[in-house]
């Protein structure tokens, strides 16, 4: 099978990770400060990261990047597990997970954009393009049938602000470590072994910056009163085991193995017609027609978009 192929599989591994990450967390965001969740879900995820590298004697240290390549890794680090992410929850509370997932729908066109400016032959050929907004229109769908909730105009608006300042973030943050994957990719198991490092090493500004953010909290000490509850914690040590360890793990791989970062996106934004799976096997909402024609447009958009040429 081509790298190409298994980046797909990659990438759609972890988009149900982040989809199941989201269904356990989602319960405890109303209790816990997004300011705590991102440096301790960050915490978690680097220090299974350092224990994996010890059992499968993964080098902690590539010496053949050139220096510039280790800054690229850490600034999108910050960019994307820092500000992209606490930027992201904050937006959250704001507005809600509907109107977010509406702008976040919106996020492949930035990374496409991003692509066309620094990376070589980012070029998409007809059915990835077709397959593109093919996958919008389905989230568009999906996104909108549920925007009920009226809430103040301007709250609204500075929540999708927020959002559109996290997707610029993150998107950076991820076109920025493509220049660094492409030129170091090696193939087989110990290519696979490299990109879980970059993947450990991005999560270190995502660690000590957050943690400093939330030190800088004025009520830090309130912020951690729910955590004293195994209802609250439990599912947030569980989400963090599955979101930026194994998750972001292969979402990593996906983003390596697959020549054009946009196409990457597009297959992780399936992550939302899981979250809404999930919610009716689990969760007991409704699966309308919309949400039916929703998933079969993403599902659609995403075979086409994940054809190589």
């Given at each position: 099978?081509?790298?190409?192929?298994?980046?797909?599989?990659?990438?759609?591994?972890?988009?149900?990770?982040?989809?199941?990450?989201?269904?356990?967390?989602?319960?405890?965001?109303?209790?816990?400060?997004?300011?705590?969740?991102?440096?301790?879900?960050?915490?978690?995820?680097?220090?299974?990261?350092?224990?994996?590298?010890?059992?499968?004697?993964?080098?902690?240290?590539?010496?053949?990047?050139?220096?510039?390549?280790?800054?690229?890794?850490?600034?999108?680090?910050?960019?994307?597990?820092?500000?992209?992410?606490?930027?992201?929850?904050?937006?959250?509370?704001?507005?809600?997970?509907?109107?977010?997932?509406?702008?976040?729908?919106?996020?492949?066109?930035?990374?496409?954009?991003y692509?066309?400016l620094?990376?070589?032959?980012?070029?998409?050929?007809?059915?990835q393009?077709?397959?593109?907004?093919?996958?919008?229109?389905?989230?568009?769908?999906?996104?909108?049938?549920?925007?009920?909730?009226?809430?103040?105009?301007?709250?609204?608006?500075?929540?999708?602000?927020?959002?559109?300042?996290?997707?610029?973030?993150?998107?950076?943050?991820?076109?920025?470590?493509?220049?660094?994957?492409?030129?170091?990719?090696e193939?087989?198991?110990?290519?696979?072994?490299?990109n879980?490092?970059?993947t450990?090493?991005?999560?270190?500004?995502?660690?000590?910056?957050?943690?400093?953010?939330?030190?800088?909290?004025?009520?830090?000490?309130?912020?951690?009163?729910?955590?004293?509850?195994?209802?609250?914690?439990?599912?947030?040590?569980i989400?963090?085991?599955?979101?930026?360890?194994?998750?972001?793990?292969?979402?990593?791989?996906?983003?390596?193995?697959?020549?054009?970062?946009?196409?990457?996106?597009?297959?992780?934004?399936?992550?939302?017609?899981?979250?809404?799976?999930?919610?009716?096997?689990?969760?007991?909402?409704?699966?309308?027609?919309?949400?039916?024609?929703?998933?079969?447009?993403?599902?659609?958009?995403?075979?086409?978009?994940?054809?190589?040429?």
């Amino acid at each position: 099978m081509p790298e190409h192929y298994y980046g797909v599989l990659f990438a759609i591994f972890a988009s149900i990770l982040w989809s199941v990450t989201v269904t356990i967390i989602k319960p405890i965001t109303n209790n816990i400060s997004p300011f705590l969740i991102n440096p301790i879900k960050n915490s978690i995820g680097l220090a299974l990261f350092v224990l994996l590298f010890f059992i499968t004697n993964i080098p902690f240290w590539y010496n053949h990047l050139y220096n510039y390549e280790y800054t690229i890794i850490l600034i999108s680090g910050a960019l994307g597990m820092v500000l992209g992410d606490t930027i992201f929850i904050y937006a959250l509370n704001k507005i809600g997970a509907n109107r977010v997932a509406i702008v976040d729908s919106f996020s492949p066109l930035v990374i496409y954009s991003y692509s066309l400016l620094l990376l070589p032959n980012q070029s998409l050929h007809f059915f990835q393009i077709i397959g593109f907004f093919i996958t919008i229109i389905g989230l568009l769908i999906l996104t909108y049938e549920n925007d009920y909730e009226d809430i103040d105009y301007k709250v609204k608006r500075f929540g999708i602000l927020l959002v559109l300042v996290a997707m610029t973030c993150t998107g950076l943050g991820v076109v920025y470590l493509k220049v660094v994957l492409n030129r170091v990719q090696e193939s087989g198991l110990e290519g696979i072994k490299l990109n879980l490092w970059v993947t450990a090493f991005r999560l270190i500004p995502g660690v000590i910056l957050s943690w400093i953010i939330f030190l800088f909290q004025k009520n830090k000490h309130q912020l951690l009163l729910p955590l004293k509850k195994s209802n609250n914690y439990i599912p947030l040590i569980i989400a963090s085991i599955l979101g930026p360890f194994f998750a972001l793990g292969f979402w990593i791989l996906g983003y390596a193995f697959i020549s054009k970062p946009s196409v990457a996106s597009i297959i992780t934004q399936t992550s939302v017609i899981f979250i809404v799976l999930l919610s009716w096997l689990f969760l007991k909402e409704k699966l309308t027609k919309l949400r039916i024609v929703s998933t079969i447009c993403v599902f659609s958009g995403v075979i086409l978009a994940a054809l190589n040429n």
